[in-house]
């Protein structure tokens, strides 16, 4: 079993910068892809960005230079550091692990954080 935890979003203007936190407790055999979501109302959860199983990162084509993901392994933290933000990055943003990567590429996770909202405004 793993618990996701993600901290407070936010309200920012428009190229201004977050940092999403999710800490992470249960399993701690970090044998699972883990990583961030993000979804508005009414579409599809959307991965942007991901450790795979091998600790490789991946992100979504939309979010390549302005997201960075990372992880503190000593506080059992994920991080998603968001900078240049757009009104588009209005979303809730959710923290989601599994043990296959292919089911995170799905957004078919075993485990979800319970959302954050991020809002951006121009």
């Known amino acids: 079993q793993v618990q996701l935890v993600e901290s407070e979003g936010g309200s920012v203007q428009a190229g201004g910068s977050l940092r999403l936190s999710c800490v992470v407790s249960?399993?701690?055999?970090?044998?699972?892809?883990i990583g961030w979501f993000r979804q508005v109302a009414g579409k599809k959860r959307e991965g942007v960005a991901a450790f795979d199983n091998l600790g490789r990162t991946n992100y979504a084509d939309s979010v390549k230079g302005r997201f960075t993901i990372s992880k503190d392994n000593a506080k059992n933290t994920l991080y998603l550091q968001i900078h240049s933000l757009i009104p588009e990055d209005t979303a809730m943003y959710y923290c989601g692990a599994d043990p296959e990567f292919w089911r995170w590429v799905e957004a078919d996770c075993r485990y979800w954080g319970q959302g954050t909202q991020v809002t951006v405004s121009s």
């Open positions: 249960g399993d701690s055999s970090n044998n699972y892809a």
